[in-house]
């Protein structure tokens, strides 16, 4: 599949970082908001007593916060409290935040109707019709998120001989093992890389997201994953928030050779980079993270593959690697956030092809983070094919 042109301006660090703090406090008071407006309309709609307020913005407060009291949970042991935390906690979020959209829109016809004469819904039936059409759209999510897609894409270059068979690249990324996703959801994410039959397999962070005690019975299903040229991987954000060191443990001993500011040469004709995650900068570990240095050490006449956890690219005139793989982004993971992550990552999903040179691929993610469900986001596998110009 053809890559499609697809360049934007380049985004200085500095206001990288600034858009993404402002994005995670306007999630944190859009979320409170979108908390409130739903307890209101369930409040007024059902005619709820009086007294019922205080206790509906008391589990708005705990519900807003609850991300980090779940963080707190998992490094203090309590997992089986933190999973059914996370199902409940994660739910909910997921379930407002349709609910949010769903009734916003059913409000908008109810206006519309009512310009027009025809008469709108009552308070109570276009509550009950929003929520109906929510835990519906819910109930999809939460199945959709099972059922990673197989995509697949080919490449051709020159930097690999006539007559050499393709070379075959299985990448997942944002898996996020963790309270959520566990060993059924592995296995399922497994099951399907054995049958791509990958020459190499790659991971673009956020493999872990739970504790080093609720991980390890994971270890030997992914240590059984034996690729015929090797598993690679890099850190994402969320390695770094558990604990690099913990991280770090847990690849090595599913069998990932983890590559921070290395490049390594996986066969004559292919190399393959990575870099750690902006947030390892805050561990003070920022000697992973020049790409610049890293890409330079690849001979020029290797096809070059680099891993790299965010969809942010180099700008023209730096070196490139022919291949960027990242991920982050889950494609906004529940319709219609992928519209507020595109105000920080403007890169599309899928393959692009950079004005500058080379081409990025941006993964939708293999598992969840928060809300256990994908809406209108599918989970992806994708298989890369790299062949040689005919």
């Known amino acids: 599949m053809p890559a499609k042109p697809h360049e934007s301006a380049s985004v200085a660090p500095r206001t990288r970082r600034w858009r993404q703090t402002a994005l995670f406090f306007s999630i944190v008071l859009g979320y409170a908001g979108m908390q409130v407006y739903a307890v209101l309309a369930g409040y007024n709609s059902l005619q709820l007593a009086a ?10 407060g705990l519900m807003t ?3 980090f009291l779940l963080w707190r949970l998992e490094r203090t042991g309590f997992h089986r409290l933190a999973t059914a935390g996370a199902w409940l ?23 519309l109707a009512n310009s027009t004469g025809i ?59 963790g309270a959520l996703v566990g060993m059924r959801a592995l296995r399922r994410v497994l099951t399907r890389l054995e049958k791509l039959d990958a020459d190499v397999i790659v991971s673009a962070g956020d493999l872990v997201d739970g504790q080093a005690d609720r991980l390890g019975r994971l270890v030997p299903l992914l240590a059984a994953l034996r690729p015929r040229l090797g598993k690679f991987a890099v850190l994402g954000n969320h390695e770094c928030y558990v604990g690099l060191e913990h991280a770090l443990d847990f690849h090595q001993r599913a069998g990932f050779t983890v590559l921070r500011g290395t490049a390594v040469d996986v066969t004559p004709e292919l190399s393959i980079a990575g870099v750690d995650d902006p947030a390892a900068g805050s561990f ?18 290797r096809f070059s593959i680099l891993l790299k956890h965010q969809p942010v690219v180099l700008p023209d005139g730096e070196p490139r690697a022919d291949l960027q793989l990242s991920g982050h982004v889950h494609q906004g993971q529940i319709f219609p956030f992928n519209f507020l992550v595109k105000l920080v990552y403007a890169r599309p999903t899928g393959l692009s092809a950079l004005s500058g040179g080379g081409e990025l691929y ?29």
């Open 65 to 67: 916060f609850f991300p």
């Open 89 to 111: 906690g994660y739910g909910w979020m997921g379930v407002v935040f349709l609910f949010f959209w769903i009734a916003l829109a059913l409000d908008g016809v109810g206006l």
């Open 51 to 60: 007294w019922s307020l205080p206790p509906l913005f008391a589990w708005v």
């Open 119 to 177: 008469g709108a819904l009552s308070n109570t039936a276009s509550f009950m019709l929003a929520l109906a059409i929510t835990l519906a759209v819910a109930g999809y999510g939460v199945f959709a998120a099972t059922r990673p897609r197989i995509e697949r894409v080919s490449i051709t270059s020159p930097k690999l001989p006539a007559g050499r068979a393709p070379l075959r690249i299985a990448f997942v990324s944002d898996v996020h093992l």
């Open 362 to 390: 941006v993964s939708r993610g293999t598992g969840t983070w928060g809300p256990p469900m994908r809406v209108l986001a599918p989970p992806e596998i994708t298989l890369i094919e790299i062949a040689p110009q005919r």
């Open 284 to 301: 003070q570990h920022t000697a992973y993270l020049d790409e610049r240095a890293t890409l330079a050490a690849i001979a020029p006449q």
